[in-house]
Nanobody, 126 residues
Framework: QVQLVESGGGLVQAGGSLRLSCAAS????????MAWFRQAPGKEREFVAA????????YYADSVKGRFTCSRDNAKNNVYLQINSLKPEDTAVYYC???????????????????WGQGTQVTVSS
């Protein structure tokens, strides 16, 4: 089992920035690909970003490219999501997820990710 705990969400004005963190425990963190998803009220959970076990590969949803940066620190068992130029449509609960070894081909399918955190709320005011 992998336990994931997100933090860093909050209320921010449009144009602002946040850095989300996800702390992992329970297994060897570097054995897992990691991802971020988000879910807005009344909407399905959507893929945001994914990062390979060593940070060498990253993928982003088109809607966040150029504004979001996903990174990881395997020594600290943490994955991060730097969010810049926030927009009201970025308002959502942000979830961290993990999958053993590799990023799945269907990386945007939340069913392909095995472990989930409880989420952290990001609210962007206009």
């Amino acid at each position: 089992q992998v336990q994931l705990v997100e933090s860093g969400g909050g209320l921010v004005q449009a144009g602002g920035s946040l850095r989300l963190s996800c702390a992992a425990s329970g297994r060897t963190f570097s054995n897992y690909a990691m991802a971020w998803f988000r879910q807005a009220p009344g909407k399905e959970r959507e893929f945001v970003a994914a990062i390979s076990w060593n940070g060498g590969d990253t993928y982003y949803a088109d809607s966040v490219k150029g504004r979001f940066t996903c990174s990881r620190d395997n020594a600290k068992n943490n994955v991060y999501l730097q969010i810049n130029s926030l927009k009201p449509e970025d308002t959502a609960v942000y979830y961290c997820s993990a999958r053993f070894l590799q990023i799945p081909y269907e990386r945007s399918d939340y069913g392909m990710w095995n472990y989930w955190g409880q989420g952290t709320q990001v609210t962007v005011s206009s």
